[in-house]
């Protein structure tokens, strides 16, 4: 079946979703549900998989500040690292096996990650420079990206000179939404109403675009969904925003 994906015409856009991005419950739940749409393909790697789990605790399952220090400086405990791994393995069902990215490790591409990417990010940069030399290799239109909430690691005008867009979640949302509105709106109507336990309403989907810097969708479905609600009110942390 052929992709159709609206930035990237003629080819796939690859996303390479760093684990920043794939650990905030309602975020992950809506770039998925993106990616069920058909706008893009997610990808990602076992390193990945091994930070989402290392910090799963602290991001998701803490209550509170106190909690969150506390989880950060523990291992990860066996009934941590099972939520977390149910957590994944909805990611993968979601993608199929198609998710991971191999290779990434190896000095050939390594070797090719601009030196102002922060050593720790390297493995996320050096999985987009996979993607990008297989699509080069195969002669095919793919865009490749790379999502994260780190931005400042990642080097973006270095990773930029060599092809690979290094964006936050929330331009990546507002680059998806300027591109195709009615498909990004199939999606967010149905991470809407798939969240039951507990609700999430119109409101508060506005509230995570803000927050998570896509304020140009969340203004845009605002005016649609009749909500008179400024962008500037929804400020504040979902309470939502973790998973059981």
Known sequence: MPNDHPLSPGGATLA??????????????????LALEGLYHPRWTQTIESEFIANFAEVVLAKDKKERKAMKAATATPEHIHKAMRRLQCFRSAVGPAYEVLLYDKHEYQSKVPLSVHAGDVHVASAAL???????????????LVVS???????VAAMAAKGISVVSPGNFIDLLNAAAPAR???????????????????????????NRGAK???????????????????????SADRTK
């Open 149 to 155: 909430d780190n931005l400042a690691h990642l080097a």
């Open 184 to 210: 990004v709106e199939n999606a967010l109507q149905k991470t809407i109403s798939d969240l039951e336990a507990p609700p999430f309403s119109h409101e508060d989907l506005l509230r995570l675009l803000v």
């Open 16 to 33: 390479i979703l760093d684990a920043n991005v794939l650990l905030p419950p309602r975020l992950s739940d809506l770039l998925f549900d």
């Open 130 to 144: 996979v993607l990008q030399t297989l699509a080069q290799d195969e002669g095919v239109a793919d865009r490749v």
């Open 216 to 238: 140009d969708t969340a203004t845009f479905y605002a005016a649609i969904w009749g909500l008179d609600i400024a962008p500037s009110r929804l400020q504040g942390r979902l």
